[in-house]
């Protein structure tokens, strides 16, 4: 992707990506009206100012700018991600920290493998993450889901962050929390998690405690 393609969101996002500095948009809507607040569920008015691709995020996590010496990440706060971030099956290197964004589709981690992966506070339609790896940990501390969170057979070596998180899927048939056969190195903390539907832990395994 050549950096003239960019609008000028997503190039703030390019430029500090290299050096693993945060971006927030928190705080840049242009009125008092709900439209302009800050509340991720209503990421579908934000505006151009606020909104990246999620292509952008793939060819950022995938193929980057880099700095000598410094620690590329992906780290970004309020914003709009439009299109499907698709990394099934890649490999990730960089930390992933994605929070109190709204994403107009669920992402995609089938197979993956992450350093690290934080939504918290981010508003989602779900999340596919089927047998993904996760060096580390993966937050979704108060985010909301509004489909099925698959996290069947993933292998987190870190602690499973879910508290105060809400996941409802109600045209959904089945668990709208899937953990069957996952590993996890450390904890479950998910004290305050709510779900409008059945949670399967069948098979799990964890290491260290499970509060629920």
């Given amino acids: 992707m050549e950096i003239n393609d960019l609008t000028p969101a997503e190039s703030r996002l390019w430029r500090a990506f290299a050096s693993g500095t945060d971006v927030d948009f928190r705080g840049t809507g242009s009125g008092p009206t709900a439209a302009d607040s800050d509340d991720p569920a209503g990421g579908r008015t ?30 970004l706060a309020g914003a709009r991600v439009t299109g499907q971030l698709d990394l099934q099956h890649a490999t990730v290197d960089h930390p992933v920290r994605l929070r109190h964004c709204h994403f107009d589709e669920a992402p995609r981690f089938y197979g993956a ?72 190195g450390a904890d479950l903390w998910a004290p305050g998690l709510s779900t409008r539907g059945t949670v399967r832990l069948t098979g799990a395994s964890v290491t260290g405690t499970v509060n629920l």
Avoid: K
């Fill in 46 to 75: 934000w505006g151009s100012e606020r909104t990246v691709r999620a292509s952008v995020l793939r060819s950022l996590l995938l193929d980057g700018p880099r700095e000598e010496g410094r620690v590329a990440a992906l780290t």
């Fill in 113 to 184: 493998r992450l350093r690290e992966l934080n939504l918290s506070e981010s508003v989602l339609p779900g999340l596919i993450s089927h047998a993904v790896r996760v060096e580390g940990v993966l937050r979704l501390t108060r985010a909301r889901f509004d489909g099925m969170v698959r996290l069947a057979g993933a292998e987190i070596t870190g602690s499973l962050y879910l508290e105060g998180t809400r996941i409802e899927a109600p045209d959904t048939e089945g668990p709208v929390l899937q953990l069957n056969q996952a590993v996890l």
